[in-house]
């Protein structure tokens, strides 16, 4: 161990005290108990005793420094979703805790559990006019699943085994603790607490839940007895992580599968019953038209939404289909569809007990999905010129097929909510080995893709992290390349540069009759930026030099950064099913 160690011996890999230890060393101490290999954050004034504890505690524990608070709760976020642990950060009392907000925000309404631990001022002080006085809980209580204060030291040990129970358990979600100075300086005497940890909640989703035997049952005969199956997959299946079954339930069904944007990677894209994303954003046309002509359609994990349904128009009223959903959460099912079945349960476990009853046997698929494939094949055909267009400014499908081209097995693409998004659902192709789309869905905050493959790549180094965003979102994280630069962390990150917020401009190009306000900037070479801090850097205009840049970043064992001149969206309105409408067109037939 090459680090200092004070007033504390470390035996069998364990921080442990003579005699007693201070509320910082216990909450570290039950980190370690959860097995809590990485936390992101900001240091401030109080948050001196945390730092001292993790530094004491030795290389069983990483912190990661982040340069901005909402940062490390993207990091957190991002690692929670592909490591299926709890992802933590922490951040000091005042302005820390409100930077923090953002991320927190996301991951709970994003059923992902990160748990948030503030540094509060000293009790003492409250009221007092103190700096950075706070209440931070209340701040938190209507963003996360739980927020509280820790009033003292001996009750560290339990209040971090509730948090951990409440964010993995049920609808996993974000948790917030706030520390105060006397939790984090007083002492306990060793032996006063229990630091013992919850194995269940080592990881999410913990004490999973299984719908009833009769209800699955039913489930079964409604599928069994459908002509035109379609299953909907959401982003509860990658969560649950019952990607393998999906696909066993979808080929003993002959039963078709559509994504919404979060249950990208569900299947393999190239597979027959593997149709692509529904809804607003991104969509396959092919997979609109099943989801229509579709008798049953079984939801798995999904919310149904206003993207994925539209507004609550897709599937359009049609008198005797049959809407069956399975969630963990039931005050998710039937809130916006009349069901005429509702499983409460985990996606994997329901889908487990479901397969019990349906045949082990591959079901060849109707002539209806041959010819849902033979319309998906003329989609690609038709999006090739797009897709190998020579123009410039580039559009970002050429941006998105030279990727295709490149990308590793495995790989994590990760896009912020604005530009890249509809392109990356419509045109980027996985080949189910493990790789995964994340792209923050229920706020759709800018500034997350970058700070996000730092979490991604100490989630899933074994898995190359590529990052897509646009302006916008650039200038909102851009301190973040420091972190990368100095972790070594190898993502290749794509800048589409428009110099502009495109998607607000596209929107007051539709509504506002393009009456532009507020809405661009100067387009500077951002390449440079990259550059100061050391990465490899690619400023990049024309085809020849997007692909030949593109090479040599996929080469590269390092952070990489292209800086890519495109058209702005407002000139070619990408693929968002209501802008086309909005426009005039046609959105499923060109």
Same mark, same amino acid.
């Given at each position: 161990?090459?680090?200092?160690?004070?007033?504390?011996?470390?035996?069998?890999?364990?921080?442990?005290?003579?005699?007693?230890?201070?509320?910082?060393?216990?909450?570290?101490?039950?980190?370690?108990?959860?097995?809590?290999?990485?936390?992101?954050?900001?240091?401030?004034?109080?948050?001196?005793?945390?730092?001292?504890?993790?530094?004491?505690?030795?290389?069983?524990?990483?912190?990661?420094?982040?340069?901005?608070?909402?940062?490390?709760?993207?990091?957190?976020?991002?690692?929670?979703?592909?490591?299926?642990?709890?992802?933590?950060?922490?951040?000091?009392?005042?302005?820390?805790?409100?930077?923090?907000?953002?991320?927190? *925000?996301?991951?709970?309404? @994003? %059923?992902?559990? $990160? #748990?948030?631990?503030?540094?509060?001022?000293? /009790? !003492?002080? &409250?009221?007092?006019?103190?700096?950075?006085?706070?209440?931070?809980?209340?701040?938190?209580?209507?963003?996360?699943?739980?927020?509280?204060?820790?009033?003292?030291?001996?009750?560290?040990?339990?209040?971090?085994?509730?948090?951990?129970?409440?964010?993995?358990?049920?609808?996993?979600?974000?948790?917030?603790?706030?520390?105060?100075?006397?939790?984090?300086?007083?002492?306990?005497?060793?032996?006063?607490?229990?630091?013992?940890?919850?194995?269940?909640?080592?990881?999410?989703? *913990?004490?999973?839940?299984? @719908? %009833?035997?009769? $209800? #699955?049952?039913?489930?079964?005969?409604?599928? /069994? !007895?459908? &002509?035109?199956?379609?299953?909907?997959?959401?982003?509860?299946?990658?969560?649950?992580?019952?990607?393998?079954?999906?696909?066993?339930?979808?080929?003993?069904?002959?039963?078709?599968?559509?994504?919404?944007?979060?249950?990208?990677?569900?299947?393999?894209?190239?597979?027959?019953?593997?149709?692509?994303?529904?809804?607003?954003?991104?969509?396959?046309?092919?997979?609109?038209?099943?989801?229509?002509?579709?008798?049953?359609?079984?939801?798995?994990?999904?919310?149904?939404?206003?993207?994925?349904?539209?507004?609550?128009?897709?599937?359009?009223?049609?008198?005797?289909?049959?809407?069956?959903?399975?969630?963990?959460?039931?005050?998710?099912?039937?809130?916006?569809?009349?069901?005429?079945?509702?499983?409460?349960?985990?996606?994997?476990?329901?889908?487990?007990?479901?397969?019990?009853?349906?045949?082990?046997?591959?079901?060849?698929?109707?002539?209806?999905?041959?010819?849902?494939?033979?319309?998906?094949?003329?989609?690609?055909?038709?999006?090739?010129?797009?897709?190998?267009?020579?123009?410039?400014?580039?559009?970002?499908?050429?941006?998105?097929?030279?990727?295709?081209?490149?990308?590793?097995?495995?790989?994590?693409?990760?896009?912020?909510?604005?530009?890249?998004?509809?392109?990356?659902?419509?045109?980027?192709?996985?080949?189910?080995?493990?790789?995964?789309?994340?792209?923050?869905?229920?706020?759709?905050?800018?500034?997350?893709?970058?700070?996000?493959?730092?979490?991604?790549?100490?989630?899933?180094?074994?898995?190359?992290?590529?990052?897509?965003?646009?302006?916008?979102?650039?200038?909102?994280?851009?301190?973040?390349?420091?972190?990368?630069?100095?972790?070594?962390?190898?993502?290749?990150?794509?800048?589409?540069?428009?110099?502009?917020?495109?998607?607000?401009?596209?929107?007051?190009?539709?509504?506002?009759?393009?009456?532009?306000?507020?809405?661009?900037?100067?387009?500077?070479?951002?390449?440079?930026?990259?550059?100061?801090?050391?990465?490899?850097?690619?400023?990049?205009?024309?085809?020849?030099?997007?692909?030949?840049?593109?090479?040599?970043?996929?080469?590269?064992?390092?952070?990489?950064?292209?800086?890519?001149?495109?058209?702005?969206?407002?000139?070619?309105?990408?693929?968002?099913?209501?802008?086309?409408?909005?426009?005039?067109?046609?959105?499923?037939?060109?």
């Amino acid at each position: 161990m090459n680090k200092r160690v004070d007033q504390a011996v470390v035996s069998e890999g364990k921080v442990m005290d003579q005699g007693s230890m201070t509320g910082a060393q216990v909450l570290v101490r039950m980190l370690l108990e959860y097995d809590v290999q990485v936390i992101f954050g900001v240091p401030g004034d109080t948050s001196l005793a945390l730092y001292e504890a993790i530094y004491d505690a030795g290389d069983r524990i990483r912190h990661v420094l982040a340069r901005d608070e909402r940062s490390a709760t993207f990091m957190a976020d991002a690692y929670a979703r592909l490591a299926h642990r709890p992802g933590f950060c922490e951040c000091p009392s005042g302005a820390g805790a409100l930077y923090s907000v953002p991320g927190v *925000a996301e991951a709970n309404a @994003s %059923s992902i559990p $990160v #748990v948030l631990f503030t540094s509060g001022i000293s /009790l !003492a002080g &409250e009221g007092k006019g103190t700096i950075t006085d706070m209440p931070h809980h209340i701040l938190f209580e209507p963003i996360t699943k739980h927020s509280s204060v820790v009033n003292s030291a001996d009750k560290v040990p339990e209040t971090v085994r509730r948090a951990l129970r409440i964010a993995t358990s049920g609808r996993p979600g974000a948790v917030h603790l706030v520390l105060p100075t006397e939790t984090m300086a007083h002492r306990v005497s060793f032996g006063a607490a229990s630091l013992h940890a919850e194995a269940e909640c080592r990881t999410y989703p *913990a004490y999973r839940t299984r @719908s %009833s035997a009769g $209800v #699955v049952e039913k489930l079964a005969a409604h599928l /069994l !007895a459908a &002509e035109r199956p379609v299953i909907v997959a959401g982003g509860g299946v990658n969560h649950s992580q019952a990607n393998a079954e999906v696909l066993d339930l979808a080929e003993r069904l002959g039963a078709p599968v559509v994504t919404t944007i979060s249950g990208q990677g569900t299947m393999p894209d190239e597979h027959p019953l593997a149709l692509g994303v529904v809804g607003d954003n991104g969509f396959h046309p092919h997979a609109h038209r099943a989801v229509e002509e579709a008798d049953v359609l079984l939801y798995v994990g999904c919310k149904m939404g206003s993207v994925s349904t539209i507004k609550w128009t897709l599937p359009s009223p049609r008198a005797g289909r049959k809407i069956l959903q399975i969630d963990l959460d039931p005050t998710l099912l039937a809130n916006n569809f009349e069901n005429a079945l509702s499983v409460a349960g985990d996606a994997r476990l329901v889908l487990e007990d479901l397969l019990r009853l349906v045949p082990n046997s591959y079901k060849r698929p109707a002539p209806w999905v041959d010819d849902l494939n033979r319309e998906r094949s003329r989609f690609w055909e038709e999006s090739s010129e797009q897709l190998l267009c020579d123009s410039a400014p580039l559009k970002a499908q050429r941006v998105i097929h030279e990727l295709n081209r490149r990308l590793p097995s495995p790989c994590i693409v990760i896009s912020d909510a604005g530009t890249p998004t509809p392109f990356i659902t419509r045109f980027l192709r996985l080949t189910g080995d493990g790789s995964r789309v994340l792209i923050p869905r229920s706020f759709g905050g800018l500034g997350y893709a970058i700070p996000a493959v730092v979490g991604a790549w100490f989630a899933r180094p074994d898995a190359r992290p590529i990052a897509l965003f646009g302006d916008g979102s650039l200038g909102m994280s851009a301190g973040e390349l420091e972190t990368l630069a100095r972790l070594n962390v190898p993502a290749v990150m794509i800048h589409f540069n428009n110099g502009c917020f495109g998607w607000i401009k596209t929107l007051q190009s539709l509504h506002s009759k393009s009456k532009f306000m507020s809405v661009d900037f100067t387009p500077g070479d951002m390449s440079k930026v990259a550059a100061a801090y050391g990465i490899a850097s690619w400023r990049v205009e024309t085809p020849a030099q997007l692909e030949r840049a593109m090479d040599e970043a996929f080469a590269h064992d390092g952070p990489c950064f292209l800086d890519v001149v495109t058209e702005p969206l407002v000139n070619d309105i990408p693929p968002v099913y209501s802008w086309l409408k909005a426009a005039g067109k046609d959105p499923l037939h060109g």
